[in-house]
């Protein structure tokens, strides 16, 4: 039952674009293809959350991956935010990613390995944003110099981690 509605669902999606994209080649409307992936991107992002509320928790990280990137494109292209036209698309894939990780520990808290690559993901998509929009404050060269700092953090959380386990009792 769940491939034959992902299967509907995914036919009727692309109905849906053919059909708007067919308007457009007539005259209907006048949109491309920068106005219809930001909105494909959202409802794939959608429908994986979906499954992930029917409880499949793997699907969270592909959903919020694709929610983030579908709602980055959309404002971007339409205009919404100026300022987003200076940052560029891979810096929201890193960070996407980033948060994606983050997303998927919170669905699957068993599963704490996932923040080590969405911790520094997430911060190193976050500095390239804040680099691509010229904040001076922290930049990728500050970030050259520091970088060791996060093995010591990561290496003080593994060690913090390791004590909080309690010991197994041999019966």
Do not use: H
Not at 15 to 33: A, H, K, P, S
Request: hydrophobic share 55%; proline share 3%.
């Amino acid at each position: 039952m769940k491939k034959y509605s992902s299967n509907l669902t995914f036919g009727v999606m692309l109905i849906l674009i053919g059909g708007g994209l067919l308007l457009r080649r007539m005259g209907f409307f006048d949109f491309g293809w920068n106005e219809i992936y930001p909105i494909a991107l959202l409802i794939l992002g959608a429908m994986s959350m979906m499954s992930v509320a029917k409880g499949d928790k793997n699907a969270s990280f592909w959903g919020s991956f694709l929610l983030i990137c579908g709602l980055f494109t959309f404002l971007k292209n339409y205009g919404v935010f100026q300022f987003l036209w200076e940052v560029d698309l891979w810096t929201i894939v890193l960070l996407a990613f980033g948060i994606s990780f983050l997303v998927l520990y919170a669905f699957k808290p068993q599963d704490w390995g996932v923040l080590i690559p969405g911790a520094i993901l997430t911060f190193f998509g976050l500095v390239a944003i804040l680099d691509d929009l010229d904040v001076s404050w922290l930049t990728i060269e500050a970030i050259q110099d520091l970088w060791p700092l996060i093995l010591i953090i990561i290496g003080v959380g593994i060690i913090l981690s390791s004590f909080s386990k309690k010991p197994k009792r041999s019966e």
